[in-house]
């Protein structure tokens, strides 16, 4: 066992009634990012995703597909594994909630509610949306052309059926103590906002069984009931590290939680119904829940009816994948919601990984290979400007680490690149091309200078674009063992007299094709 601190980030669970969009790419992506900084911080890393494959909803989307359900979720939970593959993401585990582990935790999490005196039978009557999978009371609904709709937009549909509840109402004031005692359960802080107003508001008991179909986890001694899909899911955070079994390795190591991510449509489940549950259950409650914003298309926002989902496969294919990877993590705060557009994203791969950083590398490694042999260059004494300019590189591990630990990845970013920009003004002012002829001592030390803030640019780079910037490692022969963060400015400096591979660029332009007028 690993004397590394622990981190356990997750991902939703998506559901399989849908081929991945973009949306479902941007969640894991923000969590492979975070999860490759923690590894390379020298952390204890369970990266864990899956699918949510139970509920009306997907039962429903089998049945237009015309097979059974569970011939239906092993085919579209399928495109989900694949594009966490496609995607170069380094997720540890994929659960699935039709897996047999998963059911046996269900139930348990169920017994143990019940014996907590939180679960009673009753009946349900109010409105249900099958889209959203969740209960709607009448004063959240809106009437739109004679029907009901709820606030994400989804139709409702008016249940009555006997149904088990679990006593929410009860748990109103110990999770606003929680969230008091635990100011960072919920970021953003906008978002914690929300959260706290919804449930000084008051709550509702919650219905958590449903009888009127039968695609789910069966309740544990009344075969009439299946689990609510909610219920369900979220207890699979739990299931992937070997509850029931509390003494689990890795239940022991990684609960609870230190990151579900999510997206904002879905935090009133993870904030608000998930502690609760917990709490009932007498289990430890996550660290946190951090809800980030939606994506529309060229101002429009995503459906399918409106033709305009964006598939990430696509963008991969025409951009690159890292360029996609590098423009989610830094168009858009983390958090805010965010415009997708074809310019904006040609216009940082362009600009910002082309020019800035794929340029400033390329120069700088060209001229190593062109005047010192190919090898790292034998620098002199430091002066001011080199010292200055690798102080700023070196210090960008203590000021990234406290962006990624918010889960501010433009943040992360913004810092690494104007570093990336220091780095090209010192390549202005010192003129290495003119050294050449001038002063090749002087030279030396400039490149040698540039050349280990390229490493240490790179190092911290790694988790946004790790294809590229493995390569551009590759070239600064900075070997597998020495890509840590250990190995993170002066510890890790490049040995002069090591040989360099020929260089080549490793963020091409885009340059769009000539449309005709
Ligand atoms: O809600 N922009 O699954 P889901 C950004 N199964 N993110 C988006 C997005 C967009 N336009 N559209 C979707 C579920 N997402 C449940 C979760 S967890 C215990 C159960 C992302 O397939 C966002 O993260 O509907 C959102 O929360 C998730 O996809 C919803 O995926």
Same mark, same amino acid.
């Given at each position: 066992?690993?004397?590394?601190?622990?981190?356990?980030?997750?991902?939703?669970?998506?559901?399989?009634?849908?081929?991945?969009?973009?949306?479902?790419?941007?969640?894991?992506?923000?969590? %492979?990012?975070?999860?490759?900084?923690?590894?390379? *911080?020298?952390?204890?890393?369970?990266?864990?995703?899956?699918?949510?494959?139970?509920?009306?909803?997907?039962?429903?989307?089998?049945?237009?597909?015309?097979?059974?359900?569970?011939?239906?979720?092993?085919?579209?939970?399928?495109?989900?594994?694949?594009?966490?593959?496609?995607?170069?993401?380094?997720?540890?585990?994929?659960?699935?909630?039709?897996?047999?582990?998963?059911?046996?935790?269900?139930?348990?999490?169920?017994?143990?509610?019940?014996?907590?005196? +939180?679960?009673?039978?009753?009946?349900?009557?109010?409105?249900?949306?099958?889209?959203?999978?969740?209960?709607?009371?009448?004063?959240?609904?809106? %009437?739109?052309?004679?029907?009901?709709?709820?606030?994400?937009?989804?139709?409702?549909?008016?249940?009555?059926?006997?149904?088990?509840?679990?006593?929410?109402?009860?748990?109103?004031?110990?999770?606003?103590?929680?969230?008091?005692?635990?100011?960072?359960?919920?970021?953003?802080?906008?978002?914690?906002?929300?959260?706290?107003?919804?449930?000084?508001?008051?709550?509702?008991?919650?219905?958590?069984?449903?009888?009127?179909?039968?695609?789910?986890?069966?309740?544990?001694?009344?075969?009439?009931?299946?689990?609510?899909?909610?219920?369900?899911?979220?207890?699979?955070?739990?299931?992937?590290?070997?509850?029931? +079994?509390?003494?689990?390795?890795?239940?022991?190591?990684?609960?609870?939680?230190?990151?579900?991510?999510?997206?904002?449509?879905?935090?009133?489940?993870?904030?608000?119904?998930?502690?609760?549950?917990?709490?009932?259950?007498?289990?430890?409650?996550?660290?946190?829940?951090?809800?980030?914003?939606?994506?529309?298309?060229?101002?429009?926002?995503?459906?399918?009816?409106?033709?305009?989902?964006?598939?990430?496969?696509?963008?991969?294919?025409?951009?690159?994948? *890292?360029?996609?990877?590098?423009?989610?993590?830094?168009?858009?705060?983390?958090?805010?919601?965010?415009?997708?557009?074809?310019?904006?994203?040609?216009?940082?791969?362009?600009?910002?990984?082309?020019?800035?950083?794929?340029?400033?590398?390329?120069?700088?490694?060209?001229?190593?290979?062109?005047?010192?042999?190919?090898?790292?260059?034998?620098?002199?004494?430091?002066?001011?400007?080199?010292?200055?300019?690798?102080?700023?590189?070196?210090?960008?591990?203590?000021?990234?680490?406290?962006?990624?630990?918010?889960?501010?990845?433009?943040?992360?970013?913004?810092?690494?690149?104007?570093?990336?920009?220091?780095?090209?003004?010192?390549?202005?002012?010192?003129?290495?091309?003119?050294?050449?002829?001038?002063?090749?001592?002087?030279?030396?030390?400039?490149?040698?200078?540039?050349? %280990?803030?390229?490493?240490?640019?790179?190092?911290?780079?790694?988790?946004?674009?790790?294809?590229?910037?493995?390569?551009?490692?590759?070239?600064?022969?900075?070997?597998?063992?020495?890509?840590?963060?250990?190995?993170?400015?002066?510890?890790?400096?490049?040995?002069?007299?090591?040989?360099?591979?020929?260089?080549?660029?490793?963020?091409?332009?885009?340059?769009?094709?000539?449309?005709?007028?």
């Amino acid at each position: 066992m690993s004397d590394n601190k622990p981190f356990y980030i997750t991902t939703p669970i998506y559901y399989v009634n849908d081929v991945p969009h973009i949306g479902h790419a941007y969640t894991t992506l923000a969590c %492979d990012v975070l999860a490759r900084f923690k590894r390379l *911080d020298g952390f204890d890393v369970k990266f864990l995703t899956g699918t949510d494959e139970h509920g009306q909803k997907v039962e429903k989307s089998a049945e237009t597909a015309g097979i059974d359900p569970q011939a239906f979720t092993d085919k579209v939970s399928q495109n989900f594994r694949d594009l966490a593959v496609s995607m170069n993401f380094t997720n540890d585990d994929f659960i699935r909630t039709t897996e047999e582990r998963h059911k046996i935790a269900c139930q348990d999490i169920w017994k143990r509610l019940i014996d907590a005196g +939180d679960i009673y039978l009753d009946k349900y009557a109010g409105w249900y949306s099958v889209r959203d999978e969740a209960f709607y009371a009448e004063g959240e609904l809106e %009437d739109k052309d004679g029907k009901k709709i709820a606030p994400s937009g989804a139709e409702v549909d008016w249940v009555e059926e006997p149904s088990y509840f679990f006593k929410l109402s009860a748990w109103q004031d110990r999770l606003l103590e929680f969230y008091d005692n635990n100011p960072e359960f919920i970021l953003p802080l906008t978002r914690r906002n929300e959260v706290t107003s919804f449930v000084e508001g008051g709550l509702q008991d919650l219905s958590v069984s449903r009888t009127s179909f039968k695609w789910g986890v069966q309740v544990p001694g009344d075969d009439d009931h299946i689990m609510y899909v909610w219920l369900d899911a979220l207890t699979n955070y739990i299931t992937a590290i070997g509850f029931p +079994d509390t003494d689990h390795e890795e239940y022991q190591k990684y609960w609870p939680a230190d990151v579900h991510m999510v997206g904002k449509d879905i935090l009133r489940f993870h904030a608000v119904y998930w502690p609760a549950f917990l709490m009932a259950a007498g289990l430890e409650t996550p660290k946190r829940v951090f809800a980030h914003g939606w994506w529309t298309n060229e101002g429009e926002k995503i459906s399918k009816s409106l033709g305009n989902v964006i598939d990430p496969l696509e963008l991969m294919e025409t951009y690159g994948l *890292d360029q996609m990877r590098y423009f989610l993590m830094r168009e858009v705060p983390f958090g805010n919601d965010g415009d997708f557009s074809r310019s904006a994203m040609v216009q940082r791969m362009n600009g910002e990984l082309a020019n800035d950083f794929g340029n400033l590398a390329q120069r700088v490694l060209s001229m190593i290979n062109k005047n010192c042999d190919g090898k790292i260059p034998e620098p002199g004494t430091f002066s001011e400007d080199d010292t200055a300019l690798l102080a700023g590189v070196d210090g960008l591990l203590e000021v990234v680490r406290e962006a990624m630990d918010a889960q501010s990845f433009h943040t992360a970013l913004e810092k690494i690149w104007s570093e990336i920009r220091a780095a090209n003004s010192y390549v202005d002012r010192q003129a290495p091309w003119t050294l050449k002829k001038e002063d090749p001592d002087r030279m030396k030390t400039v490149l040698y200078v540039l050349a %280990d803030a390229i490493r240490g640019l790179a190092l911290i780079t790694q988790p946004f674009v790790p294809e590229a910037i493995g390569k551009m490692l590759d070239q600064l022969s900075v070997g597998e063992g020495n890509r840590d963060f250990v190995s993170f400015g002066k510890a890790g400096r490049l040995a002069p007299g090591t040989e360099l591979p020929k260089p080549e660029g490793v963020f091409p332009r885009h340059v769009e094709e000539e449309t005709a007028a």
